[in-house]
């Protein structure tokens, strides 16, 4: 007998063992961030089942099912499934062996409240199988950390763990951090769609930062594997620390993303003016964004990175090399304050951006600089001086303002849960010194706490949007007084080496309230004030008035003024259905769906938005706004400042504020008028230093190589009003065709003795002398790039006379959304 | 006539901006100041939730279980004192005018000499335990504040402020002189639905010597830059009134323009012949170190030309705001140098008042208020924790000075004990600013409140009286 037949013959005794029918279902109850201890399937163990029924309490958290399989011959042999749905297979094993470790990804979404049931089904009776090692892991959880490190208590994986994803989804993110990485060869992620990404170095027995892997649609798995465990045994672990779907809108509640059809160059513009202050993005690149799908081209618009050099490309007009700098606030301000030699900056104006009652300035500049990111200064902006507001007019410096801010933006560019981000927040020094924690006690021998209810309070309404409204005699009596117990023995301690405070708070035990305290009817302990507030964020971000709340002051704060009860209503959902709720995600969805791009939604400008949007199309170099900085900063003239909000911890100018003062009107059209030189400049001063005001390197020429006056105009609209033209009416174009196109006006060109007449857009309808005139002008060349220098600079002129006109008509001060 | 039609009504009577006809000068010494012709009300907003407990405590009393002594029992600590007997007692008497209102003993701050003057005019009412929201988060007590709507929830802040409404149905309109109009001013929108903001009605003059849009004269040179760029954006905006759907988020812009531009002319060519009060101009200079907040001056010193230009601007409301009064801790290093700026001597309501033409104090009454009071207990920080009824001020000439409602309730004492006790709220803002809008204009009251039928008014107080 051959050894094949031998084979054979074996395989088929095994058979007839197995043909016995399996008995019925079993069940087992898994609890959340538990492995379970078990054998279950058929021939393995003492189980004999062509069902297991796994049943857990739904958390509404994205969670991690852990499995090992046994002798798994096909594919389909073990379907998985959760409360119906589909999440996979068990994985092929040798024959009477175990596989390794298995995880798949358990959504929000398709669970339920209350119990849930996971089902492993046998779908050929007559086969052995088997599954244990069951565990059930909240994404995101310190539970949810595997691998092979002295004293883990919780599961061991040694070599090799696979990840299998969700099938529903067009493209997701997975934020990773990993354990003890030396170097690059020692561990590395593998999407079964191709690719790898290397995890950063840690430090030594310790967890590193997160970052973020992206994967397709067609992504089933991620191989993580620790490259040196078959060598040295080499100790590691990784965490999933977050999975975002990318785009929520295919999931119930979700926002519904505009379609490529719906998708153009006045979305895209939209999208640039409301989140990055319009952004420096090439009009090529506008275009292009305009023809990509839209759920692609948002996450090459919007992201977190301290660069985008897509979104803000450098100038080829600069030596600065921004871009290559730490696009950090404490990296830039000290770039652009120091002495190096490479800095740019006019000596004089150094120290606006480097000293503490200007920190602002060096904000803006940040947020105009070609070569770092708009978008994620916006934010940055609306975080610290609207959401969650410090003030430099109390006691908070700015070191302490620039720690907060860039850790604040270092959590966002990682993906870190928006619950953290904001726990972490709560617990920087800027928050303790502008609510002045350091006098908070809590008195052991009288038990009674030396404190107050100020962040007590506003931790909860201004950070979570909790308000208590619900149960407001709880809220009153027991969550604020007991978060203001745990508000204590919080110092921020002064450096006198360096002479200022230190950036972080030292957190004490022996003034703290070291018991648990019930806050939002859970008790939530720790040794210090920042334990409890960082188990409390956990909690508060998933409070139903939260969970209400703050999507709506996101949105609001944002980028709606309008907010209609159907559009709270669809926003609410969307962050309701994000688990982790992260922030990036929920923006990124928002700004293509069609609750953003509804005609009902209204932005109003702030005196900030209006004055970045303005630096950054204005400026064709950052060397340009170096020698510019005062005119840059013109919110200023508002009585607005960064980092020094009017409503101090309830943040700064809204946008509403400023569309509801007629005296913001008045100074934006004596700028424009009376204060009109800054626009025709054809230099920018500074130190006695000048540089020409140079034009040609931005604006784009017409397909005849020069600069007709048409195409200029609409190029000048798009660029400060970004609209796509929708509001440029003839009127506006009669008057911009002239000051591009002439020496003078529309009125003057019309009549020397009648100044003052109104033309409407009736006159240009049924007026064939001025259609007539405002045609040719229309046609004229704009001579910019004349080797005439009185040519140029009447060209420059004209240019700023157009752009003066632009940014002081009405639709510079608020967007619609469509 | 329900309220819609009324406010319609008072829109379409036309003439909100128009200059009203000659004005009438007043006979005092401040020549160009026109006769202030009708009543103004203007509203200021102590931001931050004002401790007038602090202001006006009650007569400290060596009886331990009167509320004279447990009252300063609790408050010790936010007065910056012992909780001895001889420290409160002390404090009370060095510390304080004491007066009285029919049984009631209670002190003003020595440092608030203004008001005590204005006290001793019989020009002060301290309208006690009223309420707007029951809710102690900042921005929602003072948009309900704002509003004047106590059934606005938080996300409701795209309504009408009562300031608005009222000058509107006194026909004419509210001026503003802070740097962003508070959402008291936002007139309702031109269909009389005040859930929603208008463009008409409101004026905003954070500086009124600065208040023109530029325009080139007819001796300008006609080819001059400025003058292009200011002949075309003028064209352009008064093409827009006809161009662009009145429906349009950017017409307020238009109506911004339009009302700026006429006015602006007009107060610049009034203020040249008045002249503005030396001691305001020297106490707004943002370098004035006598001040805690040189802006509040500022705005008093708008509130003074607004008045003297009352008839071109048809002012019937104002509003001033001062923020900075949530006291958590050091309460008493904390707002009692704000204060100071506003009632002291020489400081923002004094110069005001010692500079306005007796004509215009006739016809002139200031609303002082905060989105909440304090809790009826000292935190241990030296400050006090948000609590929800408050006292609000009516202070002029036309005011029937007084208490009114119970200035220290006794059924306080009882609530010492419990977590978080506060000033209970008896008297709903309907009723109080009910009865300054119909002073202004009589029967508007209805129209400005809408919740104003399901109102309460504290037992045995009636603002019948409020005003002579």
């Known amino acids: 007998m051959s050894t094949h037949l031998l084979l054979l013959l074996l395989c088929l005794v095994a058979s007839a063992v197995e043909i016995a029918p399996a008995r019925a279902d079993t069940q087992v109850n898994l609890q959340i961030d538990r492995l379970t201890a078990g054998k279950f399937g058929r021939n393995f163990g003492r189980g004999n089942h062509s069902k297991v029924i796994a049943k857990f309490n739904g958390n509404g958290q994205h969670l991690l099912l852990h499995a090992r399989s046994f002798d798994i011959d096909s594919f389909d042999e073990v379907r998985i499934r959760v409360n119906g749905e589909s999440i996979g297979q068990l994985p092929l094993t040798k024959n009477r062996a175990l596989s390794g470790s298995h995880l798949w990804i358990i959504p929000a979404a398709i669970q339920k409240a209350g119990p849930n049931k996971i089902t492993f089904v046998l779908t050929n009776n007559d086969r052995s199988w088997g599954v244990q090692d069951l565990g059930l892991y909240s994404v995101g959880s310190s539970a949810a950390r595997f691998g092979n490190w002295p004293n883990n208590r919780g599961l061991k994986i040694v070599r090799r763990a696979v990840l299998h994803l969700p099938t529903d989804f067009d493209a997701a993110q997975l934020s990773f951090s990993f354990y003890d990485i030396d170097n690059p060869r020692e561990a590395v992620i593998r999407p079964s769609s191709g690719g790898k990404t290397i995890p950063p170095n840690t430090r030594d027995n310790d967890w590193g930062r997160s970052f973020v892997v992206e994967v397709p649609a067609n992504t089933e798995s991620i191989d993580i594997s620790n490259l040196a465990a078959s060598t040295s045994g080499k100790i590691w672990g990784f965490q999933l620390d977050g999975f975002y779907y990318g785009f929520p809108e295919n999931h119930a509640g979700g926002f519904r993303a505009l379609t490529r059809a719906e998708w153009g160059t006045a979305e895209v513009r939209r999208v640039l003016h409301t989140f990055a202050f319009g952004g420096r993005a090439s009009e090529t690149q506008i275009q292009r964004w305009s023809k990509m799908d839209p759920r692609h081209a948002i996450t090459e618009m919007l992201n977190f990175d301290e660069h985008n050099l897509k979104l803000s490309p450098p100038s080829k007009l600069d030596r600065d090399a921004v871009h290559r700098q730490p696009g950090t606030l404490r990296g830039m301000t000290k770039y652009w304050s120091g002495n190096r030699g490479s800095n740019p900056v006019p000596r004089s104006s150094r120290n606006l951006i480097g000293s503490d009652w200007s920190l602002g300035i060096g904000w803006s500049q940040m947020a105009m600089a070609r070569g770092l990111n708009p978008f994620r200064q916006k934010i940055g902006l609306w975080e610290t001086n609207y959401h969650m507001a410090v003030n430099m007019n109390t006691n908070v410096d700015a070191n302490q303002v620039i720690t907060y801010y860039d850790k604040i933006m270092e959590q966002l560019e990682n993906n870190t849960p928006y619950s953290r981000v904001l726990s972490d927040a709560a617990t920087s020094a800027a928050i303790a010194t502008q609510y002045n924690h350091g006098d908070s006690k809590w008195i052991r021998e009288t038990q009674t706490c030396e404190c107050n209810e100020d962040f007590a309070r506003e931790y909860h309404q201004l950070f979570f949007g909790i308000l208590g409204r619900d149960e407001s005699h709880y809220h009153e009596t027991v969550s604020i007084k007991n978060m203001a117990k745990a508000l204590t023995d919080i110092r921020v301690l002064w450096n006198s080496r360096k002479n200022r405070f230190e950036p972080w708070p030292v957190w004490g035990s022996s003034d703290h309230h070291g018991g648990a305290l019930e806050i939002q009817h859970a008790s939530i302990g720790g040794v210090n004030a920042r334990d409890k507030i960082t188990t409390l964020s956990q909690i508060s971000i998933e409070h139903p008035e939260s969970q209400a709340n703050l999507p709506i002051k996101i949105i609001g704060g944002l980028a709606d003024d309008n907010l209609t009860e159907e559009k709270i209503a669809v926003i609410r959902n969307a962050w309701q259905s994000m688990r982790p709720k992260n922030l990036l995600g929920f923006l990124r969805a928002y700004a293509i769906s069609d609750t953003f791009h509804s005609r009902d939604r209204v932005k109003y400008w702030t005196s900030i938005d209006r004055s970045m949007i303005f630096a950054n199309k204005y400026y064709a170099s950052n060397q340009e706004g170096y020698y510019d900085i005062w005119y840059a900063n013109s919110y200023r003239r508002d009585q607005v400042d960064v980092f020094r909000p009017k409503h101090n911890v309830f943040g700064g100018q809204t946008g509403l504020e400023a569309a509801r003062s007629p005296d913001i009107v008045r100074r934006v059209i004596n700028d424009s008028t009376e204060h009109m030189y800054y626009f025709v400049r054809q230099h920018l001063e500074t130190d006695g230093r000048k540089i020409q005001k140079n034009w040609t390197s931005i604006v784009p020429k017409s397909a005849n190589g020069k600069y007709r006056v048409k195409d200029v105009a609409e190029w000048l609209w798009n660029q400060y009003i970004g609209d796509d033209l929708k509001h440029f009416n003839s009127v506006a174009r009669a008057h911009v065709y002239a000051l591009l196109g002439h020496q003078h006006d529309l009125l003057l060109i019309l009549s020397e003795r009648d100044i003052n007449r109104v033309i409407t857009e009736r006159d240009l309808k049924h007026n064939p002398r001025i259609r007539r005139i405002v045609r040719s002008l229309a046609g004229q060349q704009l001579k910019l790039d004349s080797s005439k220098k009185a040519s140029r600079e009447e060209a420059h002129r004209r240019l700023g006379r157009a752009i003066a006109f632009i940014v002081a008509t009405p639709f510079s001060f608020a967007q619609q959304g469509k | ?468």
């Open chain 2, 1 to 468: 006539m329900n309220r819609r039609d009324f406010l319609r009504n008072a829109l379409a009577s036309g003439a909100i901006y128009s200059a009203g006809g000659l004005p009438v000068f007043s006979d005092s010494a401040e020549a160009g100041f026109a006769a202030v012709r009708h009543r103004v009300l203007a509203g200021v907003t102590l931001a931050g939730g004002p401790d007038f407990r602090h202001l006006f405590p009650p007569a400290f009393s060596t009886n331990t279980s009167s509320y004279g002594y447990r009252f300063w029992r609790a408050r010790a600590n936010s007065f910056g004192i012992g909780n001895s007997s001889q420290a409160m007692s002390k404090h009370w008497n060095n510390g304080f005018y004491h007066r009285g209102s029919g049984n009631e003993t209670f002190g003003i701050l020595k440092q608030a000499v203004w008001l005590k003057e204005m006290w001793d005019a019989g020009n002060v009412a301290i309208v006690n335990n009223v309420i707007g929201s029951d809710s102690r988060d900042h921005s929602h007590g003072l948009l309900v504040m704002d509003q004047g709507i106590r059934s606005s929830g938080p996300n409701d802040r795209n309504r009408s402020g009562w300031g608005g409404r009222l000058a509107l149905a006194a026909n004419g309109n509210v001026v503003s002189t802070s740097y962003a109009p508070r959402p008291f001013c936002y007139p309702p929108h031109e269909s009389g639905d005040i859930y929603s903001v208008g463009s008409n009605g409101m004026i905003s003059t954070p500086n009124t010597r600065d208040l023109d849009i530029w325009t080139p004269d007819n001796n300008y040179p006609q080819w001059n830059e400025r003058g292009k760029v200011a002949r075309a954006l003028r064209s352009y905006y008064v093409s827009l009134r006809e161009d662009l759907d009145r429906d349009s988020v950017f017409y307020d812009f238009v109506e911004h323009e339009k009302n700026v531009r006429r006015f602006g002319v007009q107060i610049k060519q009034r203020l040249r012949s008045v002249r503005q009060p030396a001691a305001l101009k020297s106490l707004s200079r943002w370098d004035n170190e006598t001040m805690k907040n040189p802006g509040f001056a500022q705005q008093m010193s708008s509130l003074y030309d607004a008045l003297a230009c009352s008839d071109i601007l048809r002012m019937r409301v104002a509003s001033l705001d001062y923020g900075d009064w949530d006291s958590h801790g050091d309460q008493r290093d904390m707002i009692e140098p704000n204060l100071v700026d506003l009632f002291g001597r020489n400081r923002s309501f004094d110069v005001f008042w010692k500079a306005l033409p007796s004509q215009a104090k006739n016809k002139l009454v200031f609303v002082i208020f905060g989105e909440f009071g304090r809790q009826l207990n000292a935190n241990g920080d030296g400050g006090t924790d948000h609590g929800r009824g408050n006292s609000v001020l009516l202070i002029g000439r036309p005011v029937r000075g007084g208490v009114y409602g119970d200035m220290f309730p006794q059924q306080e004492l009882a609530r010492l004990h419990e977590p978080s006790p506060d000033i209970h709220g008896r008297t709903d803002i309907d009723q109080v600013f009910g009865a300054c809008c119909n002073w202004v204009s009589s029967g508007s009251r209805g129209a400005v409140f809408p919740d104003f039928a399901s109102s309460r008014r504290e037992s045995g107080v009636s603002f019948a009286r409020l005003f002579s």
